[in-house]
C-alpha cells in the first residue's frame, strides 16, 4: 500500500509541503495576531500549454479546498450563536473530506498520469491540500474548538474521532509557542515537495539493457523472447518489473543478471541522495522540536509498537529467529552454484533468484516456468474477482464509461444486495514515467452519507498482447492479491460516518497484516483450482504442484525474512542517525553486511530508489510487524478453509468493515477472541510446510 504524502487527521504518517504559509489562529496564552481567515495556499499559474485535464484536476483541486475554507471558517469565526457540538464535529469531518477530495486525486494522477502536465498539476494540488491541513493542524482556533466540545455523552466511534484529532493536534505542535508551530508547518510543507521529487526521480529513471546476441537470452520463457523483438538488430529489457524478475530469475547469461541487476539498484542515484539528507534533516529537526529524541521514536508514537528502540528490538528479534534457516537457504544456493562452478565460494546477490528457480525446479520439483502457464493475466484477474465476490459477499459491475487517465484501466461498482459499496480501477501494465511498483491507491475516501469510497489497484504485470497472454509469474499473482486486499480493506471499510476511522484508517503497522494475510488466497489449491488453468491445454493446476509450490516456498523464508530486515534496520538508522553525520552509502553497506548473506554489489545505491524512505519512514520494520498478526490472524481458517463463509464474513465484519472504529489490536481480539500472538509466525519459520 502506499502511505501518501498526506494522511487526513493523521499528520504523523504523511508530511506534506505547499507553497506558502497558513494562516495561524489566536494563541490565548501569546499576543493575538490580527484575525485572519485560513488563506487559501498560493496557486500556480497555469501555462497556456497546459492540457485541458490539468486545468480540470486544478479546478477540481481548489474547489475543493474552497468549500474546506468555509468549514474552517465555521470552526473559528467569532459569532453570538450558539454552535452544536454536533455542527462543529460535522464542520471538523467535513473540512477534512474536503481536503482529502482534493489531496488523493492529485496524489494519484502525479504517479500514473500518462501526461507530465497533468502529473506535475496532480503535484502542485496535492502541495495545496498538505498546506492547508498542515496549517489547521497548528491553528489554535480549531484546536480550542474542538478541545471544548463535550463528547462524554457521545457514542464510542465519536468519541474516538475526537480523542484522535486531539491527539494529532499534539503530534503537529499545538502546544508550542507560534514561532515553533509555523516551523512545524514549514518542514511539514518543505518534506511534502521533497518527498514528490525522490518519487518522481524513481518513476521517471527507467534504465535499459541492450542485447545484440540474442544467446543471451537463453533460460527466459519463449513468450518473454517473443514480447522483445529485436529492433535494428537491438534486443532491449528494461528495469521494469515485467522486464526485470523475469531475466533475474531465468537467464542463464550471468553478465546480463549482474548488468541489469545494477541498473536496477542504481535508479535515483543521480540526485536522491541529497533529497533523503534533506529529508533527514528536517524530520530530525521537526522531531526534536516536538519533544523526541529522533524522528523514529515521534514516527512509532501513535502506532501498535512505540519508540525506535523497541522497534530495534523487534528486528533483532525476527533476525534471530530466521538466520539460522536463513544460513541454511544460503548453503543450499551455494551448492547449486557449486554445479556451476566448482570453485564457486560465495553466492552474490544478482544470482540469488536464478540459483533459487534452480533449487526449487530439482529439489522441490517446482518449475517456474511451468507454473506461470497457469496464470494468464486476464483468467487471474477473474479468479480473484471471483473469489472476493463469494468470500465477502460483494458484486462487480463493469463501469462501461468511466472516466479514466488510460484506456488501460478497468473500472467496477462494488455492489451488495443491490446496494453500491464503492468503486474500484485497475490500472494494472507498465508505461512510461508511470508509479512503478504495486500499491493500492487511494482517489476519494468513503464517508457515510457524503460519498462512496473509490480505490485504485496500481501495479506492473505482463499485459497480453497478440498472442501473447500475458503469463504472469506466481509471485505476481500473490503481489495482485496483496494489494487487492488493501482495495478489499479501503471499500469495505469505507463506510464510516467519520473519515479518520474510514478504509484503512488504522495504526500504520497494523495496514499491511489484511493484505498479507489475503495472500494465503494465493497459496491454496482450494482457491487457485478456481481459475489457474493452462494457458494451452486448459488443465486445471495440479493439486500435488501447489503442494509443491508451498513446500519450496518455505525455501528461502529465512533468506527473506533477514533480507527483510536489512530494509528494516536501514530505515530505522537512518532515521535514527544524525544526518550531519550520515553516510548513506556506509551505513548501507554496513547493515547489508549484518543482516544479509550476499556481499554489497559495487556501483549500486539500493537507497537511492528505496521509496518506502518517504512514505514509510523508519517504519519499514511494520511490513514483518503486521506479517507476525496476519500469520495469526489465518489460524481461524484451518479447519474449515479459505472459503469457509462463515470465517470470511466475520472477517469482513470485524477487521476490514470495522476501518479504524478501535485500535487495531482491539479489531484482532474481537476477530480472534483473544489478542494476538508470535506463535503462528514463529511456526511459520520453523516448518517445511
Not at 499576543?31 to 486545468?55: G, H, N
Not at 489531496?103 to 494540488?125: F, M, N, S, T
Not at 537511492?608 to 490472524?633: N, Q, R
Request: some cysteine; aromatic content about 10%.
Amino acid at each position: 500500500m502506499r502511505i501518501p504524502l498526506l494522511v487526513i487527521l493523521s499528520c504523523a504518517c504523511r508530511s506534506a509541503p505547499a507553497p506558502g504559509p497558513v494562516t495561524i489562529g489566536p494563541d490565548p496564552t501569546e499576543p493575538a495576531p490580527p484575525a485572519e481567515p485560513l488563506a487559501l495556499p498560493p496557486q500556480a499559474e497555469p501555462t497556456p500549454q497546459v492540457a485541458a485535464a490539468d486545468l480540470k484536476l486544478l479546478e477540481d483541486c481548489r474547489g475543493s479546498l474552497a468549500q474546506a475554507k468555509l468549514q474552517h471558517t465555521a470552526l473559528t469565526a467569532p459569532t453570538t450563536d450558539a454552535r452544536s457540538t454536533e455542527m462543529m464535529l460535522e464542520a471538523m469531518n467535513e473540512l477534512a473530506r474536503q481536503i482529502s477530495n482534493a489531496a488523493a486525486p492529485g496524489g494519484l494522477y502525479a504517479e500514473v498520469h500518462p501526461d507530465a502536465k497533468v502529473r506535475d498539476a496532480g503535484r502542485i494540488c496535492e502541495q495545496e491540500a498538505a498546506a492547508m491541513m498542515t496549517g489547521v493542524f497548528v491553528d489554535k482556533a480549531v484546536f480550542t474548538t474542538i478541545k471544548g466540545l463535550d463528547v462524554k455523552a457521545a457514542d464510542a466511534n465519536t468519541r474516538r474521532f475526537v480523542e484522535v484529532i486531539l491527539r494529532d493536534f499534539k503530534r503537529a505542535g499545538i502546544q508550542l509557542p507560534a514561532a515553533q508551530r509555523l516551523r512545524v508547518k514549514e518542514i511539514d510543507d518543505e518534506l511534502t515537495k521533497v518527498g514528490q521529487q525522490f518519487q518522481k526521480t524513481i518513476a521517471e529513471d527507467t534504465r535499459i539493457v541492450e542485447v545484440n546476441d540474442p544467446k543471451r537470452l537463453v533460460g527466459l520463457p519463449a513468450d518473454w523472447i517473443a514480447a522483445h523483438p529485436a529492433e535494428n538488430g537491438v534486443i532491449k529489457i528494461s528495469t521494469n518489473y515485467p522486464d526485470y524478475v523475469p531475466v533475474m530469475t531465468y537467464a542463464d547469461d550471468d553478465a546480463l543478471r549482474k548488468e541489469l541487476y545494477i541498473k536496477f539498484r542504481q535508479r535515483g542515484d543521480a540526485g536522491n541522495e541529497a533529497l533523503i539528507t534533506q529529508m533527514l534533516t528536517l524530520r530530525a529537526e521537526k522531531a526534536k522540536l516536538l519533544g523526541f529524541k529522533n524522528w523514529a521514536d515521534y514516527q512509532s508514537d501513535d502506532k501498535m509498537l512505540r519508540g525506535g528502540t523497541p522497534a530495534q528490538k523487534f528486528i533483532d528479534r525476527v533476525t534471530g529467529l530466521a538466520k539460522a534457516r536463513a544460513k541454511r537457504d544460503y548453503n543450499e544456493l551455494l551448492a547449486r552454484k557449486k554445479k556451476l562452478d566448482p570453485k564457486a565460494t560465495s553466492v552474490q546477490d544478482w544470482q540469488s533468484s536464478y540459483l533459487e528457480d534452480k533449487v526449487k525446479k530439482e529439489n522441490y520439483a517446482v518449475d517456474s516456468s511451468q507454473v506461470r502457464a497457469y496464470f494468464p493475466f486476464a483468467q487471474t484477474l477473474a479468479g480473484l474477482l471471483e473469489i472476493t465476490s463469494t468470500i465477502y459477499d460483494v458484486q462487480y459491475q463493469p463501469v462501461t464509461d468511466p472516466r479514466t487517465w488510460h484506456p488501460d484501466v478497468k473500472a467496477f461498482d462494488v455492489v451488495r444486495g443491490g446496494t453500491k459499496l464503492g468503486r474500484i480501477f485497475l490500472d494494472l501494465h507498465p508505461r512510461d514515467d508511470k508509479y512503478k511498483h504495486a500499491a493500492q491507491f487511494t482517489l476519494t475516501d468513503g464517508v457515510a452519507g457524503k460519498q462512496l469510497p473509490e480505490g485504485v489497484l496500481v501495479c506492473n504485470f505482463p499485459q497480453p498482447k497478440g498472442d501473447s497472454k500475458g503469463l504472469m509469474e506466481h509471485g505476481d499473482v500473490v503481489t495482485m492479491f496483496h494489494e487487492f486486499g488493501h482495495l478489499m480493506h479501503h471499500v469495505i471499510g469505507g463506510q464510516q460516518k467519520w473519515i479518520n476511522q474510514t478504509g484503512t484508517s488504522t495504526e500504520r503497522d497494523f495496514v499491511e497484516a489484511p493484505s498479507q494475510m489475503f495472500e494465503e488466497w494465493g497459496w491454496s489449491h482450494e482457491t487457485l483450482k478456481r481459475f489457474a488453468k493452462h494457458a494451452d491445454t486448459g488443465a486445471v493446476i495440479p493439486e500435488d504442484l501447489v503442494a509443491k509450490m508451498r513446500k519450496a516456498r518455505k525455501f528461502g523464508v529465512g533468506r527473506w525474512a533477514t533480507q527483510q530486515m536489512f530494509y528494516a534496520a536501514l530505515a530505522l538508522e537512518f532515521h535514527r542517525a544524525d544526518p550531519a553525520r550520515l553516510d548513506q552509502l556506509a551505513t548501507l553497506k554496513k547493515l547489508q553486511a549484518k543482516y544479509t548473506s550476499f556481499a554489497y554489489v559495487e556501483g549500486t545505491k539500493f537507497h537511492t530508489s528505496f521509496g518506502h524512505l518517504f512514505g514509510y519512514s523508519s517504519m519499514y520494520y511494520t511490513y514483518m510487524w503486521s506479517f507476525v498478526i496476519a500469520k495469526d490472524l489465518l489460524t481461524p481458517f484451518d479447519k474449515p478453509g479459505l472459503m469457509a463463509t462463515e470465517r470470511t464474513h466475520s472477517y469482513r465484519d470485524k477487521i476490514l468493515a470495522a476501518g479504524g472504529t478501535k485500535p487495531a489490536a482491539a479489531l484482532v481480539r474481537d476477530f480472534l477472541g483473544r489478542p494476538y500472538d508470535f506463535k503462528a509466525f514463529e511456526r511459520y519459520l520453523a516448518t517445511d510446510h
